[in-house]
């Protein structure tokens, strides 16, 4: 069983920056791929950074590829969302989420999830 709480949330102005971390609780969390997933008000969850479990490999959808930034820190039990460059269409609720097999794209394949953390860039 792994829990996941997201952290770093909050308003900025677009072109600002935020950091987001997910702590994870159990001792198995470097057996995880980790992802951040976003969620607009009536818009379908969207993939937005995969890291696999040792960090050597990291994936990005394209709207965020050079703006975001994920990495973790196993010995922390942590996965980070660097996000830079903020846009409006950055707004949503974050939510990270651990896979046992990898760290792709697709939700369903995500083992446990956050509850979400509320991101909002102002124009």
């Known amino acids: 069983q792994v829990q996941l709480v997201e952290e770093g949330g909050g308003s900025v102005q677009a072109g600002g920056s935020l950091r987001l971390a997910c702590v994870a609780s159990?001792?198995?969390?470097?057996?995880?791929?980790m992802g951040w997933f976003r969620q607009a008000p009536e818009k379908e969850r969207e993939f937005v950074a995969g890291i696999s479990s040792s960090g050597a490999r990291t994936n990005y959808v394209d709207s965020v590829k050079g703006r975001f930034t994920i990495s973790r820190d196993n010995a922390k039990n942590t996965v980070y969302l660097e996000m830079n460059s903020l846009k409006p269409e950055d707004t949503a609720v974050y939510s990270c989420?651990?896979?046992?097999?990898?760290?792709?794209?697709?939700?369903?394949?995500?083992?446990?999830w956050g509850q979400g953390t509320q991101v909002t860039v102002s124009s």
């Open positions: 989420a651990a896979d046992l097999y990898g760290s792709g794209s697709a939700d369903r394949h995500y083992d446990y």
């Open positions: 159990g001792r198995t969390f470097r057996m995880y791929g």
